[in-house]
């Protein structure tokens, strides 16, 4: 069975957004200044090949844990649903 997973991966809260923080000032600099807080990173999609959601599941979160993110800065969280 093929299941497609939607993976967002972000920076810690407690660890700071260079990148945020500077989109976070240029809303001030274009006339948005009730936007705040912005914090980027990254979302991933793919595709993998598994008996269950469940074999599924535990393939994704490996693939998180040693390759998509750096778990001693980012955090990630996941979806699954049959392709």
């Not at 967002?8 to 001030?28: E, F, N, Y």
């Not at 936007?35 to 090949?49: M, N, S, T, W």
């Not at 008996?51 to 535990?58: I, P, R």
């Amino acid at each position: 069975m093929k299941f497609k997973a939607e993976i967002d991966v972000m920076p810690l809260d407690a660890l700071l957004d260079p990148q945020g923080k500077a989109v976070t000032s240029s809303m001030k600099t274009v006339g948005l200044e009730a936007i705040e807080g912005v914090r980027i990173g990254k979302h991933i999609r793919l595709f993998v090949e598994a008996n269950s959601e469940e074999e599924a599941g535990t393939k994704v979160d490996e693939a998180c844990k040693k390759i998509l993110s750096n778990q001693i800065m980012e955090s990630y969280t996941y979806s699954l649903e049959k392709a």
